[in-house]
């Protein structure tokens, strides 16, 4: 008897110790391939209940995923009518964040709507203001929002995420805030996402650099941040690098480089403790743009210049779609 209970003690203290985030790619590219575009599933790894950061590509990710066995520890009910497939995006994701309204990060989410279950979309006011103006507006595709123009079929609750006040997702064990990032004059969004255990992680969407930008949102960001790093809170930092270092900076459009990533990591580290605060640190690369050219492969490049200019000593992943990681 005593044996089994400090059995499971260990394990559960085991799991505890562990616990962090799980993530699943739906989708890893920032364009232009329809069918791969951004989009994550993230979850407490205690809790089989998820949630998406941006939505680009949702059903065709979860085909994908299954097919790569990343919900081998979900089942479907014996009476549910649905396929795996099905289950998973009617009952197991309880809500989309949206980082921005740009096509590649919902257009999943649009497409798999009329055979979606009511959930709620977590964005900044002015994003979820686009959403509902824009698209869920019977012209360009039935009004599934709970507001907006003609009839609210009311599937899809709009929910304001804030910078200062942590929001508990419903249905899941996870809190988020978002902060607001610059995106070539628009405005887009950094999601913090906060487990029970008060792990923390970050998601920014489509964001250039400050410097380019001539924005201090990034800054604001990395203060933000800088705390959890302290604190050995934060277990990962997922942002994009669209292009190459040979791009110039007039021809970003908003996004950032391997030579501006460092630059602004640079600046993380200070904030968190100087040399040597990020080491190790996961960094998950995001949004890189499928090429039609045949001799160069943006991914390549990338992953080199980013591993031959981390002095930071940072950890970069690339994510696959349909592929299952933890942080
Ligand atoms: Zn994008
Ligand atoms: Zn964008």
Same mark, same amino acid.
């Given at each position: ?7 499971i003690l260990?394990?559960?203290?085991s ?12 989708? &890893?590219k920032?364009?232009?391939?329809d069918?791969?575009?951004?989009a994550?599933?993230i979850? !407490? $790894? ?6 998406t ?7 065709n990710? #979860?085909?994908?995923a299954?097919q790569?066995?990343?919900f081998?520890d979900?089942d479907?009910?014996k009476?549910s009518?649905y ?12 809500g989309y964040?949206i980082?921005?309204a740009?096509?590649?990060?919902l ?6 709507s009329?055979?979606?279950s ?6 900044l006011?002015?994003v979820?203001?686009?959403? $509902?103006?824009t698209?869920f507006?019977?012209?360009a595709?039935?009004n599934?929002?709970?507001?907006g123009q ?15 006040k ?5 249905d899941?064990h996870?809190q ?11 405005e $887009?969004s950094a999601?913090?996402i ?7 992680? @970050?998601y920014?969407?489509?964001t250039?650099? !400050?410097?380019v ?8 960001l990395w203060?933000t941040l800088?705390?959890y790093?302290?604190?050995k ?5 997922m942002?994009?690098? &669209?292009?190459?270092?040979?791009v110039?900076?007039r &021809?970003?459009y908003?996004?950032?480089t391997?030579?501006? #990533? ?6 993380l580290?200070y ?5 040597g605060a990020?080491?190790?640190?996961p960094?998950?690369?995001t949004h ?10 943006p991914l ?10 981390n002095?930071?000593? @940072?950890?970069?992943?690339f994510p @696959? ?5 933890s942080?």
């Amino acid at each position: 008897m005593f044996k089994k209970s400090l059995f499971i003690l260990l394990c559960s203290f085991s799991a505890y110790a562990q616990a962090g985030f799980d993530i699943i790619t739906l989708g &890893s590219k920032g364009g232009i391939q329809d069918g791969n575009l951004t989009a994550f599933l993230i979850k !407490d $790894s205690l809790d089989n209940n998820y949630i998406t950061l941006d939505a680009g590509t949702v059903v065709n990710g #979860l085909i994908a995923a299954e097919q790569k066995q990343a919900f081998q520890d979900i089942d479907v009910p014996k009476n549910s009518p649905y396929t795996k497939v099905g289950y998973i995006l009617r009952e197991k994701i309880k809500g989309y964040f949206i980082s921005h309204a740009h096509l590649d990060h919902l257009a999943g989410m649009i497409i798999a709507s009329p055979d979606d279950s009511n959930k709620p979309i977590y964005g900044l006011p002015s994003v979820t203001e686009i959403i $509902s103006e824009t698209y869920f507006n019977w012209r360009a595709w039935p009004n599934f929002g709970s507001s907006g123009q003609g009839y609210q079929l009311g599937k899809y609750q709009y929910h304001d995420l804030s910078p200062q006040k942590w929001l508990l997702i419903k249905d899941t064990h996870l809190q988020a805030k978002a902060l607001p990032l610059s995106h070539a004059g628009i405005e $887009s969004s950094a999601f913090i996402i906060k487990n029970n255990q008060k792990q923390v992680m @970050v998601y920014l969407g489509d964001t250039g650099a !400050d410097s380019v930008e001539q924005s201090d949102q990034l800054n604001n960001l990395w203060s933000t941040l800088a705390p959890y790093i302290k604190n050995k809170q934060l277990k990962g930092i997922m942002i994009e690098t &669209s292009f190459t270092n040979d791009v110039p900076e007039r &021809s970003l459009y908003g996004h950032l480089t391997p030579k501006l #990533l460092l630059e602004e990591l640079a600046l993380l580290e200070y904030k968190a403790g100087g040399k040597g605060a990020l080491t190790g640190l996961p960094i998950v690369i995001t949004h890189i743009k499928y090429s039609l050219l045949k001799k160069t492969n943006p991914l390549t490049v990338i992953q080199q210049q980013l591993n031959a200019g981390n002095t930071l000593g @940072v950890t970069f992943h690339f994510p @696959v779609q349909g592929e299952r990681f933890s942080l």
